[in-house]
């Protein structure tokens, strides 16, 4: 079985530490005291005014459902690559820029080179907060609150379910770490590969979102050798085009929006596959659930797992089943 490990980040802590700081607010705490507690210490704190004004641009407004979408992610990410103790500092700068470039999910005009250069600056914010007293304490309380072992338990499940429902050999998982971020909206999980790990990020970590960004690693491949086959498919864009442009899955009406469309709408199916098992009822009601916001080629798709899914090997022949099966919606 892979590697599953969780920890408490500082380096993700310090990110929503500043975005919270800034007016972040998109974390739900009414339940949790001593996540309101945190929150409103952090907001009732006295920070430098130009840490706030770097962490109020990471608000973009581009994203519908997400208003913070693509900026928070990317700070994250970027943040991963700063050591835990000071010097707070890149050891490379071009790995970031280039690992931002080569991102898929983010679109070209998301990651233009102002949004790079904005990422870039992080390590001096990241080391104004460190020299505020507060921030140390705010760390505690924050480290103090995440129930590790549950969220290792769970990424633990989720690899032990991946493996007894595609059969992929154990050994073929990618290493996961997960992430716990209680400051974050608890509707997003961010996923950063770097090296031959996986970092999820999640508020509350759970099952299905873990296996879902699993599922992402593992189809990758043969999403890549069929670009040519699902761009013959393009045209399925248009009757999801506005759903998919309210979250941010397209961004125009090209060949790269498809293919993001197409590969979370497959993610999502294949996520509702694992994870409902044999229990039909289940799985068409999530099926129907998702094509309700919006993903309308999910039942077709998870149809296909049910019929034709035959292992990650032939991941390639079951894009193009998939595929065919969403055309089918439209006839």
């Given at each position: 079985m892979s590697t599953c490990l969780a920890c408490a980040s500082k380096q993700i802590f310090s990110v929503y530490l500043g975005l919270t700081a800034s007016g972040y607010d998109l974390a739900r705490p009414s339940r949790n005291q001593y996540l309101c507690q945190l929150i409103q210490e952090i907001k009732e704190s006295v920070w430098p005014k130009y840490v706030l004004a770097y962490f109020r641009k990471a608000r973009t407004d581009i994203c519908e459902v997400n208003p913070y979408w693509p900026r928070a992610f990317l700070a994250s990410l970027a943040s991963l690559y700063l050591p835990e103790s000071p010097p707070y500092r890149y050891s490379d700068r071009g790995i970031i820029e280039r690992h931002i470039e080569g991102l898929d999910a983010v679109s070209h005009a998301d990651k233009r080179a102002d949004t790079i250069r904005w990422v870039l600056q992080l390590p001096d914010i990241y080391q104004a907060l460190w020299a505020q007293p507060v921030t140390h304490r705010l760390w505690s309380l924050y480290e103090g609150h995440i129930n590790l072992g549950q969220a290792e338990k769970v990424a633990v499940d989720a690899a032990a379910l991946v493996v007894r429902r595609t059969g992929i050999a154990p050994q073929r998982l990618?290493?996961?770490?997960?992430?716990?971020?209680?400051?974050?909206?608890?509707?997003?999980?961010?996923?950063?590969?770097?090296?031959?790990?996986?970092?999820?990020?999640?508020?509350?970590?759970?099952?299905?979102?873990?296996?879902?960004?699993?599922?992402?690693?593992?189809?990758?491949?043969?999403?890549?050798?069929?670009?040519?086959?699902?761009?013959?498919?393009?045209?399925?864009?248009?009757?999801?085009?506005?759903?998919?442009?309210?979250?941010?899955?397209?961004?125009?009406?090209?060949?790269?929006?498809?293919?993001?469309?197409?590969?979370?709408?497959?993610?999502?199916?294949?996520?509702?596959?694992?994870?409902?098992?044999?229990?039909?009822?289940?799985?068409?009601?999530?099926?129907?659930?998702?094509?309700?916001?919006?993903?309308?080629?999910?039942?077709?798709?998870?149809?296909?797992?049910?019929?034709?899914?035959?292992?990650?090997?032939?991941?390639?022949?079951?894009?193009?089943?998939?595929?065919?099966?969403?055309?089918?919606?439209?006839?």
């Open positions: 990618p290493r996961i770490v997960i992430l716990p971020n209680p400051l974050q909206a608890r509707e997003v999980t961010d996923a950063v590969a770097l090296g031959d790990k996986i970092y999820i990020i999640a508020s509350e970590p759970d099952r299905a979102s873990c296996v879902h960004e699993m599922l992402h690693h593992l189809l990758s491949p043969a999403l890549a050798l069929s670009r040519g086959t699902i761009r013959e498919f393009a045209y399925l864009l248009g009757p999801v085009r506005e759903d998919m442009l309210r979250f941010r899955y397209a961004w125009n009406d090209k060949e790269e929006s498809w293919h993001r469309t197409f590969e979370e709408h497959l993610m999502r199916a294949a996520q509702i596959w694992i994870t409902c098992g044999e229990d039909q009822e289940s799985l068409d009601r999530s099926a129907a659930y998702q094509a309700r916001h919006g993903f309308r080629y999910v039942p077709a798709i998870t149809g296909c797992f049910r019929l034709h899914w035959s292992g990650i090997d032939s991941a390639q022949d079951f894009v193009t089943h998939c595929l065919h099966a969403c055309q089918k919606c439209q006839a």
